[in-house]
């Protein structure tokens, strides 16, 4: 046996081990794939060995081949027994081996469960370590679920090196297994208060990991993290706290004027430079909440952001700008006055700071100095080597000029001479940018239309310079935009011959399908101009001329090979035919060929469509043909600005799929728009779709060096605009002296508006061209957006939050009708949907002046209050989305209802409390007046009462601890009382408040209704089979079953739906059939048994308390019928 | 020069830290992704002059914009973190000054072949640094105690068994070439104002 054991170990000693072949690696540089097969056939002998410690030493050389990129999955066996050794030495081995191999779909990893509790529980702390620091990197679901209460048991460790380990690695748990975090939060919180500083700092940044998925929950920490961040000094710890009450302001007004005052003490004394950007942060996010602006502690910032750019250091460079891009959203103004400094870092060598700089641009510009910050910017554009940095700078540049309707743009030849140099990029791949602003400007814009032909004539008779290296660069994409304009706009052309001559050149012909179409259409066009100009002459060879050549070149297009150009060629040629034969007999012709393409195309706006009443019996919903299979449209997730602009819906929606079929249709439909040259895009990246040729990176193109600039003959160039531009100004600026003088007075009793910003103000530069503005009505729901539900695997991770019902409000005189965002909501008809429309919040920036008057019309009408009620029962994971906005006489209403137990903060609530629960509301201004003294009331019912404070009548309501001023929401509890939970319950109840307008204020009120589900009193609550088991054998429970007809949906998603909206929690699954568990917060179990078999889903449902489970199952088949 | 495994532990290990795995795609394997990974990292990085800032914006490999590669440069060597918003750049760029710091100690003037040839060790240290991609310690006198508890544990394991394996390669490694020895800790042109420690 000892020889055996010696005779092991010399042989080991000639086994490779890491170094060796690390050395070996690299010593067979050539042929190194070889040389590393042979090593893992040595290892695959090795690994056959009984000796555990020549096993080690092969799996820590697989580690090595793994990092390399080698596939080592096949070892994940022997991984797991180099893990189990005893020997410190090797376990390590094992573990790191296993953190680097092993992910979710390992499937020995179940077979680590006994041997990780085991090593968890060992006395030697460092086998402890190993295997938490190895547990961190693979913990699956399953993992998490059998371990964390061994690793629970860890956080009270009397060795801070584990303790701060389990701290840090709950955080893993909780993600895999999000039933975990109730039952350990306690303990958590107990672990930021730990003696230990390595600790705390754990339990900090797990709070602050979690925190940042869901604020909400943590806001009742605040006070515990403020005591902490006043009395720690440990920097780390500082940074963390401090990113956590950014992530919490937002959410909290009072929290951010509390802080400002430690933020800025910190700021100022502190040395670190990491920590005063945190805090500089954190000062920001919270102005952004707050109605009041610091303006001393926004000065402070702005400063202390100053000289970080200033600093040599790149990297404090590059972190205050982006910090200053975070004030730019709210503050625009204290970023403007650094304009010279940001201009500056467009100079620097770095171009991730390049970048940023130009991020500022973009809410930098003012009518004031876009053309100078764009005439630097063109400067850049020439410098710039690179294509990706200078496509950048291009699109940029069209950002910011194309900006909220070209608010900037005074002088819109300026913006045309800019886009027309811009075309002058060599393999630029924005060539549809272009083109699409032009067509945009050169249609919204009627007064530049002169000058916008004349532009184009010239790009197009110089054709052959932008299409130098054809097809490869997408900048002929904007000899589309050219074509068309020139024909649409053919009347104002000097010399249209010419141009008809340069449309037809021979070399047309190699351009792309779609512009040679265009060009084909647009010839036609012209041609009717030109025939319509040389009639009035006497001599009518002219005309005829023009018709030859019509006739000599568009047989080159009818061969086209593409269909479109072919197509439109061969009409028009015969057409033209026609034409000829007719002139021939001296008969005019011109009336009626220009009657073709009569009528003057007017801007329509992307929802214009909406406008138009649909025809009565037209069911726009209805299938005309059978839906195509479920699996298609799920995998197609509507994209996020489809789901803003939820349609406006009188009905309620049928099915989950209609909702996704219609956004589906709406984006093919703009599609469709994108490519329509008649449309106007609501945004230039909608036609960023279309272009994207594949591989057009990869295809070397040929710099050609022009020491000279390359200028296309006669086209003028952009700076003589920013001079004339200033002449215009100037005179404009006499002129407005002479007649201020008198107005003076006039504007000083009237609207506040005041501009302190140097000689000049923005409203005082008058736009030289006026632009036919479309304005967009924004549909409410892209409002509420900010609200919306995060995506279910965050979900699954809250805690607190879940809202399980809605209440409308009551309404007695409904003049307005509900619009409902998503599921719920009561029918309504479409006449009603016409009048919400009027009382959607328009987009108060850019408004024509017509628009101003009317909206003074409306103040009244736009006056919104919005008010949300929450219920929350802290261990559930989920929240529901049944939501609606009603819109009573003249106010909005937006009910959410959230149950909430006694002690939110405390997530061990006693359920023996479970008598009381705490609704916590939301008040919304959505008006801009002035909301004070709101008296919130509800009328009791025998079994749910309102707690009011000592001597006040039953009937008393309770007042709104708050004002509200415009746009402000906040948010306040009330405790109600509830006797006996197995009955649903209904409160109804008032809200008055005093509208306070600026010269007059009036007394509202607001009906609504409180819905208590019993859902909402159940607890979603873990349980273990063999405690659901004997829990069923008790004999205890009263059963009841109820059978769903017609569910067509996955098991998994029926099983998902029950718990996600009914709070269960699944205990077991066989195919098709579970057991589900959950529990009231008067203690009530519920039990059910799910089955399903083809449509038919039946649930057996126990329970003690019979009433109950009659009102949860009614719920549940609810739910189910709505679907 | 570049130490794949380094480069990718850390780039890897935090870009996973939530548990999500935006960068993985279906059909690449771990590894390939791995590499890929690190390939074009080294690429982005290696690009960058000196004198320009240790902070580059996500692409979608790393897991989208919400991840920044920060990365510092000694001599031959980058090492490169990937961090999500929840971490303070400057604190990250501190506390790869720490870990390397903590590789000089622990290694004895660390050089560049130290750290190739003893990945696992170099691993082990890290470990101690970042969990899981969390930020573990900060605080190099813990780390570094923590550390040497372990490799004497290591040692009188090995006792007499361990020793002949232990001379053999003490043999081996006197052919180890000449190298020059210290990446130069002191010597970095960036200047980030230390955190306190603990």
């Known amino acids: ?1123 | 020069m570049v130490l794949p495994g380094e480069l990718f532990y850390h780039s890897y290990q935090n870009s996973f830290k939530n548990g999500g795995c935006a960068s993985v795609t279906a059909d690449l394997s771990a590894e390939d992704m791995q590499q890929q990974i690190i390939r074009e990292t080294f690429h982005l990085v290696s690009k960058r002059d000196d004198n320009v800032c240790n902070f580059l914006e996500g692409g979608s490999l790393i897991g989208g914009s919400d991840y920044k590669l920060i990365y510092r440069h000694y001599a031959t060597l980058y090492f490169v973190f990937c961090v999500d918003s929840s971490e303070s750049e400057l604190g990250i760029l501190d506390l790869i000054q720490v870990f390397v710091e903590t590789l000089d100690k622990c290694f004895e003037n660390v050089c560049e072949l130290d750290l190739i040839f003893h990945m696992d060790k170099v691993h082990y240290i890290l470990q101690e640094v970042v969990m899981g991609g969390m930020v573990l310690e900060t605080n190099m006198n813990e780390i570094v105690a923590q550390v040497e508890v372990q490799n004497r544990m290591e040692k009188s394991e090995g006792g007499l068994s361990a020793a002949p394996a232990r001379a053999v390669s003490a043999v081996k490694n006197m052919n180890l070439p000449e190298i020059p020895r210290n990446i130069n800790i002191g010597d970095i042109n960036i200047k980030v104002p230390s955190l306190s420690p603990f």
């Open chain 1, 1 to 1123: 046996m000892a020889l055996k054991i010696v005779k092991g170990s010399i042989d080991r000693m000639f086994d490779k081990n890491l170094q060796d072949l690390v050395r070996g690696i690299r010593n067979h540089k050539e042929d190194e794939a070889k040389y590393i097969s042979t090593c893992i056939d040595e290892i695959k002998q090795e690994l056959k060995q009984d000796n555990i410690a020549v096993k080690a030493n092969a799996v820590c050389k697989l580690t090595y081949l793994q990092m390399l990129g080698y596939d080592v999955s096949w070892a994940a066996f022997n991984i797991v027994e180099v893990m189990s050794s005893s020997k410190f030495t090797y376990k390590r081995i094992g573990y790191l081996a296993a953190s680097q191999c092993f992910h979710e779909n390992t499937d020995v990893i179940m077979l680590t469960t006994n041997q990780i509790r085991k090593d968890l529980s060992s006395p030697n702390q460092y086998d402890t370590g190993v295997a938490l620091t190895g547990l961190s990197c693979f913990v699956t679901p399953d993992l998490a679920r059998d371990l964390a209460n061994d690793i629970m048991t860890l956080m009270s460790h009397t060795k801070p090196y584990i303790r701060k380990k389990a701290v840090l690695i709950m955080y893993k748990v909780f993600l895999k297994y999000p039933e975990s975090l109730r039952p350990a939060f306690p303990r958590l919180k107990e672990k930021l208060e730990d003696p230990d500083p390595g600790v705390q700092s754990a339990a900090v940044n797990v709070i602050c990991e979690l925190a940042r998925r869901n604020p909400k929950n943590y806001l009742s920490l605040a006070p515990l993290f403020f005591k902490l961040m006043t009395s720690s000094t440990n920097n780390w710890v500082l940074i963390k706290i401090i990113k956590l009450f950014g992530a919490l302001t937002p959410l909290e007004p009072r929290l951010g004027k509390k802080l400002i005052e430690p933020l800025t003490n910190l700021i100022h004394s502190t040395s670190a430079m990491s920590l005063l950007y945190e805090c500089v942060n954190t000062v920001i996010a919270g102005q952004y909440s707050c109605s009041v602006g610091h303006i001393k502690s926004h000065l402070l910032c702005v400063q202390k952001l100053r000289i970080l750019i200033e600093d040599s250091d790149q990297n404090l460079k590059y972190l205050g700008l982006l910090a200053m891009s975070k004030i730019l959203k709210t503050h625009p103004k204290s970023v403007q006055s650094h304009k010279d400094l940001i201009l500056q870092c467009l100079d620097d060598k770095d171009e991730s700071i390049r970048l940023r700089a130009l991020d500022l641009l973009y809410g930098m510009v003012s009518k004031k100095n876009l053309m100078e910050i764009v005439k630097k910017l063109m400067i850049h554009v020439d410098k710039a080597e690179g294509t990706t940095y200078r496509d950048e700078l291009l699109t940029k540049i069209i950002d910011i000029c194309s900006q909220s309707n070209y608010q900037y743009i005074t002088n819109f030849e300026w913006y045309i001479s800019i886009l027309v140099e811009l075309t002058r990029l060599e393999g630029t791949r924005h060539g549809h940018l272009i083109a699409s602003q032009m067509l945009d400007v050169a249609i919204r814009v009627k007064a530049i239309r002169v000058f916008a032909v004349a532009q184009m004539a010239t790009l197009l008779d110089n054709a052959h310079l932008l299409t130098g290296n054809m097809q490869r660069n997408g900048i002929c994409e904007v000899l589309y935009a050219a074509a068309w304009i020139c024909g649409e706009f053919s009347e104002h052309l000097e010399n249209p011959v010419q141009t008809l001559e340069a449309m037809l050149r021979p070399k047309v012909a190699t351009l792309p399908g779609h512009i040679q179409a265009v060009y084909v259409q647009n010839a036609a066009k012209l041609f009717a101009t030109i025939l319509k100009n040389q009639e009035g002459n006497t001599d009518s060879t002219a005309a005829q001329e023009t018709s030859q050549m019509m006739i000599d070149r568009l047989p080159l297009f009818v061969q086209s090979a593409n269909l479109e150009v072919q197509e439109r060629a061969s009409c028009i040629l015969q057409l033209v035919k026609y034409i000829q034969k007719l002139q021939q007999k001296d008969v005019e012709v011109a009336e009626e060929v220009s009657a073709l393409f009569a009528g003057e195309l007017n801007p329509v706006a992307p929802k214009a469509q909406k406008k138009v009443p649909v025809p009565e019996g037209l069911d726009l919903d209805a299938w005309i043909n059978e839906p195509p299979s479920e699996s298609e449209s799920e995998d197609e997730q509507p994209k996020a600005i489809f789901t803003k602009e939820e349609p406006k819906h009188s009905r309620p929606r049928h099915t989950e799929v209609d909702e996704k079929e219609l956004a589906r249709r709406r984006e093919a439909r703009k599609q469709e728009q994108a490519n329509n040259p008649f449309y106007i895009k609501a945004s230039p990246s909608s036609q960023k779709v279309y272009q994207e040729a594949p591989g057009v990176e990869h295809i070397p193109v040929v710099q050609i060096d022009l020491s000279v600039p390359l200028k296309v003959p006669g086209l003028p160039m952009s700076d003589q605009y920013v001079k004339l531009e200033e002449e215009r100004r100037q005179k404009e600026r006499a002129e407005k002296k002479k007649k201020e003088k008198k107005k003076r007075k006039e504007k000083r009793s009237g609207r506040g508006k005041k501009h302190d910003s140097g000689p000049e103000s923005e409203e005082d530069i008058t736009p030289a061209h006026v632009v036919d503005i479309v304005t967009e009505e924004m549909p409410e729901v892209a409002q509420e957006d900010q609200n919306r539900l995060p995506s279910p695997y965050l979900c699954r991770v809250k805690v607190c939050i879940c809202m399980f019902c809605l209440c409308r409000p009551l309404a007695d005189s409904e003049k307005l009708p509900v619009r409902s965002h998503r599921a719920a909501g009561a029918p309504k008809s479409s006449a009603e949907d016409g009048e919400a429309e009027n009382a959607t919040p328009q987009e108060p920036k850019k408004k024509s002046s017509k628009e101003k008057r009317d909206k003074k019309k409306d103040k009244e009408r736009d006056r919104k209050v919005r008010l949300r009620c929450w219920k929350h029962f802290p261990p559930s994971g989920h929240k529901s989305d049944s939501r609606s906005t009603q819109s009573e006489g003249r106010t909005v209403v937006t009910f959410l209802v959230f149950p909430l137990p006694r002690k939110v903060c405390d997530i061990q609530g006693n359920l023996q409390d479970g008598s009381q629960v705490v609704v916590s509301v939301i008040f919304e201004n959505k008006s801009d007046s002035f909301l004070k003294s709101m008296e919130f009331n509800v009328l009791d019912s025998l079994n749910s009462k309102l707690q009011r404070p000592e001597g006040s009548g039953p009937h008393d309501g309770l007042t709104v601890p708050f004002q509200l001023p415009p746009g402000v929401s906040n948010e306040a509890r009330f405790v109600f009382t509830v006797q006996s939970i197995v009955m649903p319950q209904k409160l109804k109840g008032t809200l008055t408040f005093i509208v306070k307008n600026e010269d007059s204020s009036t007394h509202e009120k607001l009906d609504f209704k409180l819905h208590f589900t019993c859902t909402s009193y159940l607890i979603t609550t873990p349980c273990y089979s063999d405690a659901f088991a004997k829990l069923l054998e008790s004999g205890d429970l009263k059963s009841s079953s109820v059978r769903l007809e017609g569910v067509n949906m996955p098991f998994h998603h029926l099983l998902a739906r029950i718990c996600f909206h009914h709070h269960f929690s699944v205990v077991e699954r066989i195919d098709s059939c579970a057991s589900m568990y959950s529990r009231s917060i008067q203690g009530h179990h519920v039990c059910l048994l799910v089955k399903t078999s083809g449509q038919t889903v039946s649930i057996d449902a126990k329970c003690d308390e019979p009433t109950l489970l009659g009102n949860v199952l009614d719920e549940i088949k609810q739910t189910f019928s709505q679907c």
